[in-house]
Nanobody, 120 residues
Framework: QVQVVESGGGLVQPGGSLRLSCAASGSISSIYGMGWYRQTPGKQRELVASLSSGGVTNYAESVKGRFTISRDNAKNSVYLQMNSLKPEDTAVYYC??????????????WGQGTQVTVSS
């Protein structure tokens, strides 16, 4: 199977920056895409940014110009650089990996989430 682990969350003041990291490991044959989502209590999980294996990026309108997603294919990792953070960015951030696992076929795997809190 595949494991997805996020790190890098924490408390930051408005206007500050954080960098989230995510690594996928296990019996991975290939990864089609990886991405970041976020969720706040009582709301649906929403896309923040995604990056396909071909390098195509997709960002939520609310983070364009402030967040940057990048990927290290050799490490099966994806990163989210978050700048100019706002209180409304406060959420649990989840990473996912759309990949083919040996013996299990293609599926989407999720991490456990990392809390990002933007507050003074």
């Amino acid at each position: 199977q595949v494991q997805v682990v996020e790190s890098g969350g924490g408390l930051v003041q408005p206007g500050g920056s954080l960098r989230l990291s995510c690594a996928a490991s296990g019996s991975i044959s290939s990864i089609y895409g990886m991405g970041w989502y976020r969720q706040t209590p009582g709301k649906q999980r929403e896309l923040v940014a995604s990056l396909s294996s071909g390098g195509v990026t997709n960002y939520a309108e609310s983070v364009k110009g402030r967040f940057t997603i990048s990927r290290d294919n050799a490490k099966n990792s994806v990163y989210l650089q978050m700048n100019s953070l706002k209180p409304e960015d406060t959420a649990v951030y989840y990473c996912n990996a759309d990949c083919v696992s040996l013996g299990f076929g293609r599926s989407t795997y999720w991490g456990q989430g990392t809390q990002v809190t933007v507050s003074s």
